[in-house]
């Protein structure tokens, strides 16, 4: 299993350029997340998806959409990028957490972005 | 709403000595507490969690925390720590209660652990 993948690693945007990041993970999981991390504020969760076909609002979502077309694969856009967007974001993906248990999130390796 | 706090920015320990990384919390109801270890350039790497039941935690490599709820700690913990621990860890807590998008973790700031060799 590869587990969470994220594509690209890397990307140097221009304000006002868009771009998607694409997350992908092979464990059947229901549950996705898109986080943002910066210096001394730990992640910060943009949005997330409880299955196919559903989105939801998180902490920090303005300047976001995503789209969770396929249950595998959880897509971060960014219409019009801006400098503060410039971060590091980490994708997840978790069983289903409902019930009396909590499961474990599960993460890719992160794609850095810089916004110009 | 829930917090965690990660009071120390930085640790910094010597090889062979025992490790401490602080974590407090705050939620309305019972909670759900994770670690997690990040390593240069690499995603959030799971190490134990406390879901319920016995106060203390054992994980991956070696770590262990132990659950206090009467000071709304979960600080994490190793006998004698490796050069290869250092990392940044983080402290994440979810409420036990909690529904719709507050089902989410909350994580801390991080703290950045040196092992010195």
């Known amino acids: 299993n590869a587990g969470v993948t994220q594509t690209p690693k890397f990307r140097v945007l221009k304000t006002g350029q868009s771009m998607t990041l694409l997350c992908a993970q092979d464990?059947?999981?229901?549950?996705m997340y898109w986080y943002r991390q910066d210096p001394g504020m730990g992640l910060r969760l943009i949005h997330y998806?409880?299955?196919?076909?559903?989105?939801a609002k998180g902490e920090v979502p303005d300047g976001y959409n995503v789209s969770r077309l396929k249950k595998q694969n959880f897509l971060l856009g960014l219409e019009s990028a801006a400098p503060s967007q410039t971060s590091v974001y980490f994708c997840a993906s978790s069983p289903n957490p409902a019930g009396t248990s909590y499961n474990e999130q599960f993460f890719g390796p992160g794609t850095r972005l810089t916004v110009l | 709403a829930q917090s965690v706090a990660q009071p120390e920015d930085q640790v910094n320990v010597a090889e062979g000595n025992p490790l401490t990384v602080k974590c407090t919390y705050s939620v309305s109801g019972n909670p759900y507490l994770f670690w997690y270890v990040q390593y240069p350039n690499r995603g959030l790497q799971f190490l134990l969690k406390y879901i319920t039941g016995d106060n203390l935690v054992k994980g991956s490599y070696g770590f262990e925390a132990e659950f206090n709820k009467s000071q709304t700690s979960f600080h994490l913990k190793k006998p004698s720590a490796l050069v290869s621990d250092s990392a940044l860890y983080f402290c994440a807590v979810r409420d036990m209660s909690s529904s719709g998008s507050a089902r989410q973790l909350t994580f801390g700031s991080g703290t950045q652990l040196t092992v010195l060799p």
């Open positions: 998806s409880v299955g196919e076909g559903t989105t």
């Open positions: 464990m059947n999981h229901e549950y």
